[in-house]
């Protein structure tokens, strides 16, 4: 049974930072690449960041750029999502997802997701 599980979420201040993990299991989580997206409220879900398979290639999305970092250790099935200088539309629930190819990006699973609210 595949599954996905992020953690890390939580409320945090404007300009502060936070980890979110997604633990995988039940598929080959080294053959796949890894993605993270992003759904702020009353808005469709987001793309934000990919990793290769090998973790040797990332893409992110304009805006997250410099602020946000994609990772992943595959020896512990787990991705990462460092995030700092966090603003308040940086407010969303974060998924994690699989993709059999790093270029279509196409996702094979889902997370459940965690929310990240950023608010004084």
């Known amino acids: 049974q595949v599954q996905l599980v992020e953690s890390g979420g939580g409320l945090v201040q404007p300009g502060g930072s936070l980890t979110l993990s997604c633990s995988a299991s039940?598929?080959?989580?080294?053959?796949?690449?890894m993605m993270w997206y992003r759904q702020a409220p009353g808005k469709e879900r987001e793309f934000i960041a990919v990793?290769?398979?090998?973790?040797?290639?990332?893409t992110y999305k304009n805006s997250v750029k410099g602020r946000f970092s994609i990772s992943r250790d595959n020896a512990k099935n787990t991705l990462y999502l460092q995030m700092s200088n966090l603003k308040p539309e940086d407010t969303a629930v974060y998924f994690c997802?699989?993709?059999?190819?790093?270029?279509?990006?196409?996702?094979?699973?889902w997370g459940q997701g965690t929310r990240v609210t950023v608010s004084s």
């Open positions: 990793v290769s398979a090998p973790g040797d290639s990332t």
């Open positions: 997802s699989a993709a059999s190819s790093f270029y279509s990006r196409t996702p094979s699973y």
């Open positions: 039940g598929f080959t989580f080294n053959y796949y690449a």
